[in-house]
Each structure stands twice: as C-alpha cells, then as structure tokens.
C-alpha cells in the first residue's frame, strides 16, 4: 500500500523557517517525481513545488521562489521541503503527493494527510 | 500560466441524481487533466486522468470527458459519499501544475 505521511508542520514567526518531511512506503521511491501542494485555510490547491524521481530540475511556484527548497533522499524514501523568510501568507496546510511518473507531466496519484504550517506573530 | 476555471462554485442536489461537473481552461491542456475529491479534513484523492481514466478504485459512476479547453466530470447515481469538494488538475503545462477552484457538492 502506497503511503506518504508529512511531518515538520508548526507554529513560526514571521521571518522563521521550518523544514517539512514527507516519508513514504509501499512503492519505489526513486521511480516517481515528488510535488508539494499547499491549501490554505478553506481555499484551494496551490501547486508548490516539483523535483523529479533522481533529484533534478526542482522548480517552484514564483510565491515561494527564493524561499523555499525542495529536496529529496532516496536512500530514505523522505521528501523534503525547506522554507525559509515565512509570511503570513504561507499559512496552510502541506501536502506532499506522488506524480506517476518518473519526471514531470503526469497526474498526482497519492497524496499525504498534509501538515499544518501556521506563520503568525 | 494556464487558468482553470471551474463551474458551478456550488452545486445542490439530491442523492441518486446525475450532475455534470465543468473544468475550462485558458489554453489547450490536450488531455493532461486530472479531476480530484476533497472531503472535509481528508486530502484530496485522484478519481479522473487523461481527462476520462478513472483511477484504481473509483466507481464507474465517476465518468470524465473532453479535451484541449473544455472538460466535464460526470457523477451518476449520487451516494451520500460523494458529497465533496471536486477540483480539476491541468498536467500538460509545467511549472507550475494549476488547479481550479473547486465545485463543492452538497446535499439539497
């Protein structure tokens, strides 16, 4: 059974930086290219940021270009996602979720449960 | 960027009825359109890829259709389950993946 579970979520000051965590199981990790999505509180989905099954081309939304990084250890089967200089506008709920294929172009099939990130003062 | 715009915000209807879902975008997708379920406090889950594949697991009653600009999620026989937030999904262009805003289902 596919599994993806984030963690690192929190409560942080404007300014501050948490590093977010998406272990998974029950597939081969490598083979798949790895999104975040974010919804903010009761709005929609917002695409985040991409990096492909091997670790190339990561690319984000230009909302948190500079700011955040996405990274991946298939060793660990652990996606990461490192944002830094937070804003209040960043507050919402992460999902990490599994793109079918290998590179990019492909529909997301699994999601996370999404860990909360709130950035208030 | 590719815009998509979904219709109605809100939809009211009454178990075991039919209701066609709409997904437009601002240019050509091809089929690269995905449609998802949101229930409350759940992530969401794929049902529709390639704008009419149902995913592993989903109900015939789920059925998607179109291409290039105009797409529509079909809903058969409403369960009480379906109820939902639907989003649909643009994968042709990247970065970045957009989504629409959403159609809430509710229960009349």
């Known amino acids: 059974e596919v599994q993806l579970l984030e963690s690192g979520g929190g409560l942080v000051q404007p300014g501050g930086s948490l590093r977010l965590s998406c272990t998974t199981s029950?597939?081969?990790?490598?083979?798949?290219?790895m999104n975040w999505v974010r919804q903010a509180p009761g709005k929609g989905l917002e695409w985040v940021s991409s990096?492909?099954?091997?670790?190339?081309?990561?690319s984000y939304a230009d909302s948190v270009t500079g700011r955040f990084t996405i990274s991946r250890d298939n060793s660990k089967n652990t996606l990461f996602l490192q944002i830094n200089s937070l804003r209040v506008e960043d507050t919402a709920l992460y999902f990490c979720?599994?793109?079918?294929?290998?590179?990019?172009?492909?529909?997301?099939?699994?999601w996370g449960q999404g860990t909360l990130v709130t950035v208030s003062s | 960027e590719i815009v998509m715009t979904q219709s109605p915000g809100t939809l009211s209807v009454s178990p075991g009825e039919t209701v066609t879902l709409s997904c437009r975008a601002s240019?050509?997708?091809?089929?690269?359109l995905a449609w998802l379920q949101q229930k409350p406090g759940q992530a969401p889950r794929l049902l529709i890829f390639g704008a009419s594949t149902r995913a592993a697991g989903i109900p015939a009653r789920f059925s998607g259709s179109g291409s290039w600009t105009d797409f529509t999620l079909t809903i058969s026989n409403l369960q009480s389950e379906d109820f939902a937030v639907y989003y649909c999904?643009?994968?042709?262009?990247?970065?970045?993946?957009?989504f629409g805003q959403g159609t809430k289902l509710e229960i009349k």
């Open positions: 990096i492909e099954g091997s670790g190339g081309r990561p």
């Open positions: 029950g597939f081969s990790f490598g083979s798949h290219a």
């Open positions: 240019q050509s997708v091809s089929t690269n």
């Open positions: 979720a599994r793109e079918r294929g290998g590179h990019f172009y492909t529909e997301l099939d699994s």
């Open positions: 999904q643009q994968y042709d262009k990247w970065p970045p993946y957009t």
